[in-house]
């Protein structure tokens, strides 16, 4: 990786480069590595070659600069701005549902963590606490939220009543901590990260049921109708589950490159465990003192590094549409001799165009690069689709659209330019879900026995198999698959149930098979 000064001297040789004229650059294919080598632009590494060095090299373009604490990223504009597109859409489903935002402080008091005892017991090694101010010891030290079921149930206790207090529906946009020791990875597991939780109390588990899978299909609309990432719906496991809760639901993503599976967001029944424990009790209509049903739920910033990992290619990122900050981009081409106010006028044109149909259009108008090094510098960020404007095209009244998921280009005339690259975005945006759809379709494998399982598991697979569902057979299945990759465990027990023929035995231990359940390593 190039310091400052390498750097440095990249620009000058883009600088150079720039000079050179439009012919510089081109837009790939035959002369890649000469491309390359001119602008310093381009990944070194490829994905399938080294999946975790290519990674973090599409993360540095430009969503994540990394900070000098291990485990800390800088979140900047371009991941940002996928970040706020999926908070407006998730924000305003919530409130459809009536839930209402809040906020609570940072810090949790050592007493009401205490007061989670047994089962925070587990991550009590992730809690950071603030020892110190300025040189002196705190006479308390605080704990900075991991989560904040400890922070607000003392205050659902204190405002929750009666029956008419109820339903309780907050959520919070914030942070938490979590000082993680296993491999720091940008989105996916860094130790402080952006979320949303979401934390209900009902009157009976009824509601409380029922608002636990309205929040998960929002969660697969987040996944697969923005960023375009097909995820599994179901059950966690005994072991697997919020130990905390009742239940605990999930959507499941799986990344093929890995063969690993990656949880993408949770939806727990907390059931009335917290209830007993902070003393959220209400008085029902006929005047008892009932305990509330509670619910949880939350999704994170980890979503972006999922659907990095998802869709991006050796040329970098790809960024569905639906939640990329600038959607089309439009590159000036001039040419020596051509009317070069012309086609800047037509890319302002053109912007403008888009922008007033509500479309995110942007121009790169910059004369100190080239079009070629324009083209592989937002093909590395992932914009979805580019428009080429050059003399040709001015004469013409057409513009050239490109392709980032596929490359595949088209004049379009100008008359009908809004329409177009609408439909264009769309199908870009259904067909990133397909490929991926497809893509994770192809590692899914059925499988029936131990040895069956081994296998696919080394082949990298989404394992489906069928299961007892005891939490003894999975702790035995952990521990016999344990190594230096991680052991295979649980990922879910998909809502949608294939047949499970009667007399069906489970793969691991032999005695009747309960359910179907994917399996696999996971983040
Ligand atoms: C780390 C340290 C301390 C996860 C932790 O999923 C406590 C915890 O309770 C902890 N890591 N959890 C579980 C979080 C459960 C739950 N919280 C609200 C959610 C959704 C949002």
């Known amino acids: 990786m190039a310091g400052p000064s390498g750097k440095k001297e990249k620009v000058d040789k883009k600088e150079k480069a720039a000079k050179a004229g439009p012919s510089a650059g081109g837009g790939g294919g035959k002369k890649k590595k000469d491309v390359k080598k ?20 599409v993360c540095k373009h430009e969503m994540i600069e990394y900070y000098d604490i291990s485990g800390c990223y800088i979140l900047r504009p371009w991941s940002m701005a996928i970040w706020e597109i999926m908070q407006t859409f998730f924000d305003a489903e919530i409130k459809k549902m009536k839930v209402e935002n809040c906020y609570f402080p940072l810090f949790v008091s050592p007493g009401v963590l205490e007061k989670e005892k047994d089962h925070i017991e587990g991550f009590a090694p992730e809690v950071a606490w603030v020892t110190k101010s300025g040189k002196s010891d705190l006479e308390v030290p605080i704990a900075i939220r991991p989560t904040s079921e400890t922070v607000m149930y003392p205050y659902y206790s204190k405002w929750i009543r009666g029956h008419r207090d109820l339903p309780l529906k907050l959520n919070q946009w914030c942070n938490v ?55 599994v719906k179901g059950m966690k496991s005994e072991n697997e589950k919020f130990a905390g809760g009742l239940y605990t639901t999930s959507v499941e993503a799986f990344i093929a490159n890995t063969g690993r599976g ?45 659907m990095i990992m998802t ?24 040419y020596k001799d051509a009317n070069t106010q012309g086609i800047f006028d037509a890319c302002t044109a053109t912007v403008s165009a888009l922008s007033e149909a509500g479309i995110r259009a942007e121009e790169d108008l910059r004369d100190n690069y080239s079009p070629g090094w324009k083209y592989s510098n937002w093909e590395m960020k992932g914009v979805p689709l580019r428009i080429e404007i050059g003399p040709r095209d001015l004469e013409n009244n057409q513009v050239r659209t490109v392709r980032r998921d596929n490359g595949v280009k088209e004049d379009i005339p100008r008359g009908s330019l809004v329409e177009h690259v609408k439909e264009l975005l769309e199908k870009i945006q259904q067909n990133m879900y397909e490929v991926a759809k497809q893509k994770r379709e192809a590692c899914v494998e059925e499988i029936r026995t131990w040895d069956e399982f081994i296998n696919a598991l080394n082949k990298k697979k989404l394992i489906l198999a069928p299961w007892c569902d005891e939490e003894e057979v ?7 698959t344990k190594g230096e990759t991680g052991a295979a465990k649980t990922l879910c027990s998909p809502f949608e149930q294939p047949e499970l023929p009667e007399g069906t035995l489970c793969f691991a231990s032999g005695k009747p098979a309960k359910k179907w359940t994917y399996w696999g390593r996971s983040y």
């Open 474 to 480: 999975e702790r035995d299945v952990k521990a016999r």
């Open 177 to 231: 901590v979590r000082w993680e020791f296993s491999n720091p990875t940008p989105f996916i597991r860094s130790r402080e990260f952006l979320w949303q939780e979401g934390h209900t109390a009902f009157a009976s588990k009824e509601e409380a049921d029922k608002e636990v899978l309205q929040i998960l299909e929002l969660y697969r609309r987040i996944y697969e109708e923005y960023l375009a990432v097909p995820v």
């Open 38 to 57: 001119e602008t310093g632009l381009g990944l070194s590494v490829k994905k399938d070659e080294n999946f975790g060095e290519w990674y973090s090299e």
């Open 262 to 306: 990656v949880q993408g967001a949770t939806s727990h029944c907390l059931g009335q465990n917290f209830a007993k424990m902070f003393e959220i009790n209400f008085e029902n209509e006929k005047g008892e003192t009932e305990m509330v049903w509670q619910n949880s739920w939350a999704y994170s910033t980890r979503t972006i590094g999922v």
């Open 311 to 334: 869709h991006g290619d050796d040329k970098g990122l790809i960024l569905p549409p639906k939640v990329a900050s600038v959607q089309v981009v439009v590159i000036p081409v001039p």
